[in-house]
């Protein structure tokens, strides 16, 4: 079923996004690039790729993905 809901995003209306907010994941997430564990999987990259990650906040309860389309982080603001 949550499947499902990812194809959604490829369409140039998804039902989900009504009332979305768009953010910056360096932004929404301050200091998130100073965790160990991330800068091992981001490597010397860490800041570039965190600084250019999309993410949109949903009202979606519970739910995450990521759009096929674009490639953003969809995230529940309830989480």
């Known amino acids: 079923m949550f499947r499902f809901f990812g194809y959604l995003g490829n369409f140039l209306f998804n039902p989900l996004s009504i009332g979305n907010h768009k ?7 301050k200091g998130f690039d100073k965790v160990e564990a991330v800068k091992g999987i981001f490597g010397e990259k860490t800041d570039e ?31």
């Open 49 to 79: 790729i965190l600084s250019h990650l999309k993410v949109e906040l949903s009202w979606f309860m519970g739910y995450m993905y990521v759009t096929t389309t674009t490639g953003t982080l969809q995230l529940a603001k309830n989480i």
């Open 23 to 29: 953010v910056i994941f360096a932004e929404y997430f």
